[in-house]
């Protein structure tokens, strides 16, 4: 099941192609063939007239009013992997999922350190299915953040309590089942399976982390994603979080970080002096760009990279 290149190559000239700019422009999208993606068998979502759709915005190719979750290998080249596995959870405040930019190009990055990455394309709430319809939701005027005095009074996880997140759940959960399952045909490691997301798919991460029965994560990493503070499990896994001063998320807070720490769980925050949000593997000419090389070096100093030959 592993991505071959010749498919990388191809869904990159498949979305730069189709781009008119490379701009905040919503431009409709032929969706992709996506042959490796695995559905997860987690059932439709209620109440959703349309079905899966996909545009380009800011050149990136992405999917809303998903329907059905699937799970997307990418694999080390044989013979390079070292054991470790990252669920990657790609962001868009649970209506559309960045795709390429927090999904496939993150999960092919992973797989050249020999890490074996699963983009996991989960269940979207409802959005209008006209893309133009869409468009205009899309850009409907937005009141201001509230400040953080006024949130996160009940030790909560920031805008998750507002949101029924079962779905979500419920296919981060099959997608760890998944990798379980099959762990010995992709040469994973079981005790050495992780979860990274942006954004929304942050939150998720967060969410599975905090709620999950099922899934016993050895690391997590939110990337750009809510810092309310939380109430921490005694089990919970060890954090790499990565956020920029100039996003919109931050707003001056490190309760997430003080939640871990006190909980005397290790953490690691990165906070870049730009980088804004939705930022991926990086944009030019911002501080924020080295993340992931601190994210494998972090990795590899808490021995999740260390090879396991039993299981490879």
Known sequence: MNLTKNFILGLFLFYVSSAVAQDGTIYPLKAPAEPNAIPLGTGGVADQPSTETWFLQWGDPM?????????????????????????????????????????????????KQGIAAFVLKYRLFPTPESLDDFTAWMNRPRSAPAPPSDTNQNNETPRLPQMDLSNQLEDAEAAYAMIISRAKEWGVDTDRIGMIGFSAGAGLTMHSTLNSQTMKLAFIGPIYGGMGPVEVPKDAPPMFNVIATDDFLFRGQFGIIESWYKAGIPVELHLYQNGGHGFGLGNPNRTSNRWFDAFIHWLDVNGFLKADSGNR
């Open 63 to 111: 999917a809303r009013n998903i329907t059905t979750a699937t799970l997307t290998p990418f694999l080390p080249e044989p013979g390079k992997g070292n054991g470790a596995a990252v669920i990657v959870a790609p962001g868009g405040g649970y209506r559309w999922l960045s795709m390429g930019n927090e999904g496939w190009e993150v999960a092919e990055a992973l797989a």
